[in-house]
């Protein structure tokens, strides 16, 4: 019997030896040392490029965060001498432009002319006289998009140039005009002009509009669509004609100016000083008036001009003459009548000019008013007196009757006699009180004024816009 021989390895049959186990080669333990090390360098390398493009983008954010910091500064500076120059411009309109008939070119720079400046061309007419369309309309403007407007601007159609250490940007600057009456605040309560404790009561009226009271008044009770103080005084307990609840209007309105009290320094302080203002006479219903005053001791019975006078000092003026024009009573008119039609609505009346009729009354006393009948002529009847005494009594004879009137009352408080419902199309503007006897009066807006935007006093204000 064969063995098998260990030295030879066994085969099966068919002649392929068997499958033998092979042995894992073993790394020494320098090679894995090596192999670490090559790691740990590998990760150094990668950390090191990761630092310098880390270091690399914070530099170039710091670099681009200097550059935004000192383009910043400049634009910042630009700014701040820009809305320097627009604030001096804008003052200056306020104070120089408003007040004056003309004026000549005028440059201005701060202490420094890299913080602002102006440079105003001349103008040559008063803004308070201005007849000339504002070329747009902006539904925030006190004006309620009528009235009218004046632009200083040179030859060549340029406005101020304001300073801004750069571009010199141009800026367009409109001083706005127009009743407050007929921009729809009906009712008007300026601040007391001669008597700053006088009374401003107000009460009796329904305005179909606005009211706009200067200062607090002593009371109030009229009614209207809303109401607004520039006066930081607690809200009234008002109500529409509905009876509801007002609250008081919070919407920010620009300064606004009549005209700067004569003799006096300040312009903005509320007072009603333009029915006969020397110190301002553009905007001055004497001004406007432009005619002789009435003798109220001569007899004049010829009724061809609408004016008659009985020599005893009873005037009467008939409205609906096509010959009569403005009219000044200055004195020795103990009552004045003011005629108008048969019945409202009168297309003839409605189609004569606009009238401005002053009582401007120095001495004496106050002439009683009687308003006839109806009237559709537009009429302004403004009314001041320089003596202290003394209530303006105004009656309507007609019940319900319907007058196109424009009431301006300068330190004269007023009480309204009549029955039933009168309607003012127009409004009341006073800077004392106004009381009703009697009745209700209606306020409405004039919502065809024609030339009686020019005859009525106007409240003046600026506006800027980028040509």
């Known amino acids: ?41 590998l990760l150094a390398l990668l950390l090191i490029a990761v630092v310098g493009l880390l270091t690399a983008g914070w530099i170039s954010v710091v670099s681009a965060r200097a550059n935004l910091v000192e383009q910043m500064t400049a634009a910042t500076q630009r ?23 003309s004026g000549s070119a005028f440059t201005y720079d701060l202490s420094d002319p890299a913080w602002g400046g102006i ?45 801004d250490g750069d571009a010199d940007p141009e800026r367009t600057f409109q001083i706005r005009s127009r009743s407050p009456l007929l921009a729809g605040t009906l009712l008007t309560s ?58 008081m209007n919070n919407l920010a309105l620009p300064r606004q100016v009549a005209n700067p009290r004569n003799g006096g320094a ?25 005619v002789s005053a009435v003798n109220g001791s001569a007899v004049d019975a010829d009724n061809t001009d609408g004016v ?11 409205l609906d003459k096509p010959a009569l024009g403005n009219v000044l009573i200055t004195g020795g008119v103990t009552t004045l009548t003011l005629t108008g039609q048969a019945s409202a609505g009168n297309v003839a ?43 303006l009594a105004m009656q309507f004879t007609t019940s319900s009757a319907t007058w196109r009137l424009l009431l301006e009352l300068e330190n004269t408080p007023v009480t309204l006699t009549t029955s039933g419902i009168v309607t003012l199309q127009g409004g009341i503007r006073s800077d004392r009180a106004v009381a009703l006897s009697g009745g209700t009066v209606a306020l409405t807006l004039e919502s065809d004024p024609k030339l009686l935007e020019r005859l009525a006093t106007r409240n003046a204000w600026v506006e800027s816009v980028a040509p």
């Open 1 to 41: 019997m064969n063995r098998p021989n260990p030295s030879r390895p066994v085969t099966a049959r068919g002649g392929s030896p068997p499958h033998t186990r092979q042995s894992i080669p073993r790394l020494s333990t320098n090679n894995y040392q090596l192999s670490r090390s090559g790691s740990a360098l």
């Open 79 to 101: 700014r701040i001498a820009y809305e320097n120059s627009r604030a001096l411009a804008q003052e200056f309109m306020l104070e120089r432009v408003i007040p004056s008939t």
């Open 119 to 163: 440079a105003v061309p001349a103008w040559t007419s008063a803004p308070l006289l201005s007849v000339a369309a504002p070329a747009g309309v902006n539904p925030f403007s006190p004006g309620n998009g009528g009235g009218y407007t004046l632009v200083p601007t040179d030859s060549g159609g340029h406005s101020v140039i304001l300073h």
């Open 190 to 247: 300026q601040r007391p002009t001669l008597d700053a404790t006088a009374s401003v009561a107000l009460a009796g009226m329904d305005a179909a509009g606005a009211a706009f009271l200067w200062t607090y008044p002593t009371s109030a009770t009229f009614t209207a669509s809303s109401y607004s103080t520039p006066d930081s005084v607690s809200a009234l307990s008002l109500t529409n004609s509905a009876g509801s609840a007002l609250l």
């Open 266 to 290: 300040s312009f903005y302080d509320g007072q009603f000083d333009a029915l006969d203002n020397s110190n301002a006479a553009a905007n001055s219903s004497f001004t406007k008036v432009a």
């Open 308 to 318: 008659t006078c009985d020599g005893s000092g009873h005037v009467t003026i008939t």
């Open 349 to 391: 009346a409605d189609d004569l000019p606009s009238i401005l009729v002053l009582l401007d009354l120095t001495s004496g006393s106050l002439p009683a008013i009687t308003l006839a009948q109806h009237n559709s002529r537009r009429l302004v009847l403004a009314v001041k007196k320089t003596f202290a005494a003394g209530t």
